[in-house]
DNA sequence: AGGGGTTAGGAAAGGGGGTTTACAAAGTCC
DNA sequence: GGACTTTGTAAACCCCCTTTCCTAACCCCT
């Protein structure tokens, strides 16, 4: 259990101020000031601090009432790229994005199902990123970091995949393996937490102190913001809601237990659920998740009764087993993310808030909201990449003081 | 969301040092160093501002390696008072303690079924830390402060009990009400909390950062030690695992809901289990759970395989409910609190580790401890003591630094 | 008995961090 | 052009922790 020191303070801080001014582009410090709570001092300086990093500018003024105009910065999207890659079963995705967290590149790599070796797949990551920085024309100085997500259990410090189920990998020292072919930083975590830190900075999380993000795709689990940091547990594999029991003795689950929520609300949960509704349903296709979620996304649309009644009994699994995470951690906010939530969308969303309106305790459940996810890009890449924004704010306080020089304003 | 701050490091440190004083008692400056973490020099501030308090004392000198010897201090138990008030259904239990936790008054008193208008909850209050005090025969200057649990849902801040659904209590000022009869600081919250900040300084979530403090009484929830603090949530209910769904459409609880993990394995729950095994059984005593909960510990021990069944069904449901925590939490333990747990003890501990074994994700359940708690008083009224220990030390941080005056040592 | 070695603990200096206060800069209004 | 307003920086201050220096207190050895 390490201590907190106040640096821990100005490193919150700091991704306060950035995530407010990412947020709201151009702004005033009097603006920063009052959305964080912090004193027009400690704004200043922290805004002094961005400016010398390059990481926004100084952009014009604004008319104050009756006095000396506020000075307005924004992003400096130009000031350097993050790279956020997302490493997932069949594919890898990877997203270049300037400082805006705008998409400026993207490079898909598809591995085929023999294609599990560390070696194969880090082959891959490195051809994808460099094509991002070929394909964007950043100078690869510019390059602040590269974000890497690996689902499984992962050691963030050490930069080693200690578990990653899909192939079966164990201990794989996957950053040592990637700084052979990149030259940039590098950060590793996993998909439910990149998607967590999305929300946090950028997405439906923002600003609030406790929030549950449900992931929904083929695997399910949640990334927990709590008390404003990520939770990651002792051994970093906090989340693992997906293999929560939701009906004892149910389902058999690929983990070995039986009843997991996964079993029911993953998108091969979601087509079992087809299936044992109406097994020759045209909506089926077996052998593509992608595809048949989608179509069952239409099927709502026009009123298909197969799929309305597929997509409510889902959501009553899955409104009993998010109704468990209301009553657990009374957060703000539950956030559904990932392709299955961004496919079933609204409908899907108001039956889940039924199902767990009638689960969940009254209380919690009226101080909670539920809401699918803002973000319209891959939530993992963004998540990955902000790792690496992440780690470029946290490393700066590692360094001498950057004693600001005369900085012109003209 | 509010900010942290630099003085809520001073707390924390404060705290910790403490709980260990308290912990190992007496102990050394150099010991309590290495033991927190904390430099040498503000080892030594904090010990002095204890000093000044007069909650601890130095009681002598420890041989040091050939060089000057060290001092000892340990806990000054006269030094104060604290009095936790665990209110219940059924009764109110009021305990006094010295600072170093020991019991020295305890006093109950007993709630007629009709009794349940806030007045008269007050009353017995009231009375009872009347009693204690004068038991303790301590004077009132003494007295650092009253912790109260309330089941239910409370605001810490404001001292309201806003929801308390044994008596259907909305909105009652609590702490307004008690302030008119005990002139003490008063502190609320309930008892899932209490137990855990229990577990959390003197028990075995000592020194953990993340622990689940899992209460197995009457009712069933879950104390949540996340970060190195209290977990609370968004409306400071957090930790209602009661009411999570352990059987789709399984028992029906009293909450509304089905097949809530409180209705296999509260007390009532287990009960249930029994009968449903052997409703004929005599170790069931029916509108008496102690008796039957007790009942069921000698069976147990006495090889009968009834109580032995029922035990291990228990523990099953138990089992299939604490891998749910293991997983999404990841923590470094899992306590069972409360009397259910004392009472069943080791051999429900056992059969509950296999049972989470069975359920629970590999490589998070070998990272989690799980153990019965080793408290052997009444955790509530300890926990609620704590609050009001926590509360002293707190707001010494408010008034001036306390200027050390020329302390002699002989 | 008196010095040298060793360890404990206090006091002062130093580096972070945030806030308050004072003041210069840059406008508006009369 | 002067008075008023508002912004933003700089300086002073308080809090917190750590490092460094020094004295206190004890041991052992001569």
Redesign the interface.
């Known amino acids: 259990?390490r201590?907190?020191?106040?640096r821990?303070?100005r490193t919150?801080?700091r991704y306060e101020v950035l995530r407010q001014i990412i947020a709201q582009s151009p702004t005033s410090r009097q603006e920063l000031a009052a959305a964080t709570?912090?004193s027009l001092a400690t704004v200043a300086t922290l805004v002094g601090e961005l400016l010398d990093l390059r990481m926004i500018t100084e952009v014009g003024f604004e008319d104050s009432a009756g006095g000396r105009p506020r000075g307005l910065v924004a992003v400096n999207a130009s000031g350097g790229a993050l790279i956020g890659v997302d490493i997932a079963e069949t594919y890898v995705r990877v997203e270049l994005f300037d400082l805006g967290l705008n998409v400026l590149a993207r490079a898909d790599e598809d591995m085929r199902p023999g294609e599990s070796r560390p070696e194969q797949v880090v082959g891959h990551v490195a051809a994808a990123v460099g094509s991002v920085v070929t394909q964007a024309g950043v100078e690869g100085a510019r390059v602040l970091g590269v974000g890497v997500s690996v689902p499984g259990?992962v050691d963030r410090d050490t930069g080693v995949a200690?578990?990653a189920p899909n192939w079966d990998w164990h201990d794989v020292p996957l950053l040592d393996m990637l700084a052979e072919h990149i030259a940039y930083p590098l950060y590793l975590d996993n998909p439910l937490r990149a998607c967590a830190v999305a929300e946090q900075w950028f997405g439906a999380a923002r600003?609030?102190?406790?929030a549950v993000v449900v992931n929904l795709g083929t695997g399910v689990g949640?990334g927990?913001v709590?008390?404003?940091?990520l939770?990651?547990?002792?051994?970093?594999?906090?989340?693992?809601?997906g293999?929560?029991?939701?009906?004892?003795d149910?389902r058999l689950c690929h983990?070995g237990?039986h009843g997991c929520v996964e079993t029911y609300v993953g998108a091969p949960g979601i087509m079992l659920n087809l299936r044992e509704l109406s097994p020759k349903s045209t909506l089926l296709h077996p052998e593509d998740q992608t595809a048949t979620i989608d179509a069952l996304a239409r099927g709502v649309a026009e009123r298909d009764p197969v799929a309305l009644k597929v997509v409510r009994d889902t959501a009553r699994?899955l409104g009993?087993?998010i109704?468990?995470l209301v009553?657990?951690?009374?957060?703000?906010v539950i956030v559904l993310s990932s392709w299955v939530a961004a496919a079933l969308g609204e409908p899907l969303l108001t039956e889940v808030r039924e199902a767990v309106a009638?689960?969940?305790?009254r209380?919690?459940f009226a101080?909670?909201e539920i809401v699918l996810s803002p973000i319209p890009t891959d939530p993992v890449c963004l998540g990955a990449a902000t790792f690496a924004l992440e780690g470029a704010l946290s490393s700066i306080g590692g360094q001498r003081p950057t004693r600001r020089t005369a900085r012109s304003r003209d």
Chains 1, 2 share one sequence.
């Not at 293999?243 to 004892?248: C, D, I, Y």
């Not at 009638?358 to 305790?361: E, M, S």
């Open positions: 259990m201590h907190r020191t106040s821990d303070i919150a801080n709570g912090l259990q200690e578990y600003g609030r102190g406790d949640a927990l709590l008390g404003g940091g939770h990651r547990g002792v051994s970093n594999s906090a989340g693992e809601w293999h929560t029991t939701l009906v004892l149910g983990c237990n699994y009993a087993g109704a468990d009553n657990l951690f009374n957060p703000q009638r689960h969940a305790l209380r919690p101080a909670t």
